[in-house]
């Protein structure tokens, strides 16, 4: 395999991976290479006979493991992107061999005596040196042998178990999706949305990775509703008992590493700390957020004049939302084609803000007909780095919307950021694309952590873009959300994409007005998600679930979250973000991620909202650090103070 295009860096700008000569058969051969090279190349540095510097042991594992570095990075974007039936046998091959490989490294005897012996004077140096020396702490370095054996099995069977998670829900968004043959059933979906998912004579609706299905405030006939939410909220119940497992194995690795439950090893290295620090944050929303949602409630039972299931809320939302506010939600859709809300929108706020300039690369291609590729400038033409867009749903893409990196950005070497965005927009069979409301705003978030990965300004990888705790990666991508409704933005880019009539004024102050409209319910669906999260993973090792139903609806009412028509954002059987991504107990980090990015939209509008120097301060304090220091003393460098949670009440209503 002398031609896999992994076993050497691409030759094309930026080393943008070559997708054209990658494929499936090249990822094994690379994986195996790139996993021998770096045990070699990890043995060498254990074993030298110089004595422990930052430079021939830090640095030179930094410096280790590019063959599997970048076959990890395209490997796990497609995995996500455009998945295969090949490539989810190659991920159910090499998930758990990359975890005995990790496990390999971070219990290496040798390896971890050396980095104990490291010192340094450099700041960035040692702030990178106690992320080592954390990382391997946390895996198990200081266990004895056989407290390390065990570490390994539960490692290697979490791995397989999350791996199986994730690929069962896959296959459940299309398995589970409605289907009809009566169109009498979708009625209340747009011309377009039936078009694009009509096939073979039949309208399918597959699932996205959420209880709420968008669809259900459209639908006009309430028992293709309840068909809907119950396919939905049911979808892939074999996960139950991968769920039980996996919090079962979580617990007993967290009592071996000796934290009373995984809640507390999952905290210990986030800007939260404790468990104690996000039990008191989230017992200041759980009251105000239930006395909201009971109130939102009332008001849609007098809409609808009958009593509500869950599978009604969203529907009736909209009618009390149009009774309230005259606001059609489908009436803003004209004013949001994709393209024009990316470059008149999203890029527009980036370069007034930042200065950035961004083109499209035709010329260069990614790993779907649907990727478009964008070379971005820093104001004076220096370049930046590459942006790729993948917008459009698909059966072979999960659920939700993410910013991944292809290559981080790092002086070490010399190397510029390759980033990319997906999303999951319904792609019409022909003619534009327009986008709701909700799909504009997640695509400016998830342009805000573009910008992260793009800004990043540090030496190592290790510490690159986004490579920061999970309860502050939330943070720069929800401060990025305020652009889309700031008025010179707006007004730049929600223009009628038959006409180019810029949005009514009308409309515009209605769509503002709404801003803390069912705020009650999203922030209750919101915490039963989190505080689900966060029983599952305060179970004591050795602790017995029998039934994952029966033990979900006790954690939801001894959170005093369970209300009966807001059902969690997201069930256990389907919640991928903790059993099969990295928000296992941290799904708090979306709303403790909030309070900053609160505390940062008040800083900006206190110092005159969309200049050049607030957003050069932002890049300069925050954007570019990456992980290079700690998360609370970036924002403190921002913001000028410690962050308090009253900005966050206030935009939601709880006050």
């Known amino acids: 395999m002398a031609e896999n295009p992994f076993f050497s860096p691409s030759s094309l700008p930026y080393q943008l991976p070559d997708f054209a000569a990658i494929r499936e058969e090249h990822y094994l051969p690379a994986f195996e290479r790139g996993m021998s090279e770096h045990l070699a190349e990890v043995a060498a540095i254990a074993g030298n006979d110089e004595s422990p510097t930052f430079d021939n042991t830090i640095a030179a594992l930094e410096r280790s493991g590019r063959i599997l570095g970048r076959t990890s990075m395209v490997f796990f974007s497609i995995t996500s992107s455009d998945s295969t039936d090949g490539i989810m046998a190659i991920e159910k091959e090499v998930s758990p061999r990359l975890t005995k490989h990790s496990d390999a490294i971070r219990l290496d005897r040798a390896l971890w005596a050396r980095i104990k012996q490291v010192a340094t004077a450099d700041p960035e140096e040692s702030w990178l040196l106690e992320k080592y020396r954390e990382d391997f702490i946390r895996a198990g370095a200081d266990l004895d042998e056989a ?10 069977e979490l791995s397989k178990l999350s791996t199986e998670f994730a690929q069962n829900l896959l296959k459940a968004s299309t398995e589970s999706a409605l289907v009809t043959e009566d169109r009498a059933e979708l009625d209340g979906l ?28 459209q639908l006009t006939d309430r028992e293709t509703r309840r068909k809907l939410y119950t396919l939905s909220a049911e979808r892939a119940p074999e996960n139950f008992g991968l769920a039980v497992k996996m919090a079962t194995l979580r617990a007993e690795r967290a009592e071996l ?18 468990v104690e620090a996000v039990e008191e944050m989230l017992g200041q929303l759980v009251g105000p957020a239930v006395r909201n949602a009971g ?51 999203i890029f527009y706020a980036a370069g007034r803000l930042y200065g950035l300039s961004i083109t499209e690369r035709p010329d260069l291609k990614g790993y779907h007909e649907d990727v478009s590729v964008w070379e971005v400038f820093n104001e004076d033409g220096s370049p930046l780095g590459l942006f790729l867009l993948d917008p459009y749903a ?42 709701t409301y909700d799909e504009v705003n997640t695509a400016f978030h998830e342009f805000g952590h573009a910008l992260h990965g793009l800004f990043s300004a540090v030496r190592f990888p290790r510490v690159s873009g986004t490579n920061v705790p999970r309860d502050f990666v939330e943070y720069p991508s929800q401060v990025n959300e305020m652009w889309a409704t700031w008025p010179e933005i707006l007004a730049n880019y929600a223009k009628h994409y038959e006409t180019g009539e810029p949005m009514p004024a009308d409309l515009v102050e209605k769509m503002q007005a709404t801003q803390k409209f069912n705020q009650g319910f999203m922030t209750v669906e919101y915490l039963a998600a989190t505080l689900l999260d966060w029983s599952w993973h305060k179970l004591a090792a050795g602790e017995q679930v029998e039934d994952a139903e029966a033990f979900e609806a006790r954690a939801l009412e001894a959170a005093r979250i369970a209300v009966a028509l807001v059902r969690p954002r997201y069930r256990t059987n389907y919640f991928a973000h903790i059993f099969a991504g990295g928000y296992s107990a941290g799904y708090y980090s979306y709303i403790w991620s909030e309070v900053l990015d609160a505390e940062s939209v008040e800083w900006f ?12 301060h932002f890049r300069r304090e925050l954007l570019s650090k990456g992980g290079s220091l700690d998360a609370l003393t970036a924002f403190r460098n921002f913001r000028g103070r410690e962050p308090g949670i009253r900005p966050l009440l206030e935009r939601r209503g709880l006050v």
């Not at 004579?201 to 709420?212: A, D, Y």
């Not at 590493?257 to 404790?274: I, M, R, W």
């Open 147 to 156: 407290d390390q054996e065990r570490l390994k099995l539960l490692n290697e």
């Open 295 to 345: 109130r939102e409630a009332e008001a849609l039972a007098e809409q609808a004049g009958f009593a509500l299931e869950p599978w009604d809320w969203s529907f009736y939302t909209e009618k009390v939302r149009q009774a309230t506010y005259d606001l059609d939600a489908d009436a803003m859709r004209p004013y949001f084609e994709i393209d024009r809300v990316f470059r008149d929108g």
């Open 190 to 217: 747009g011309e377009a949305q039936l078009k694009a998912i009509e096939k073979d004579g039949k309208w399918v609706l597959p699932l996205l990775n959420f209880t709420n299905q968008p669809a259900l405030a």
């Open 394 to 435: 698909r059966p072979t893409k999960r659920g939700g919307a993410w910013m991944n990196n292809l290559v981080d950005q790092s002086y070490l070497f010399g190397e510029l950021p390759v980033v990319m965005n997906n999303l999951n927009v319904t792609k019409p069979a022909d003619g534009p694309t327009l986008m």
């Open 605 to 616: 509008k206190e110092n005159g909202g969309l200049k050049r120097e607030n957003g050069d």
């Open 257 to 274: 590493l000796g934290f009373p439950n995984h809640a507390a090893y999952s905290v210990a290295d986030q800007t939260a700390k404790t």
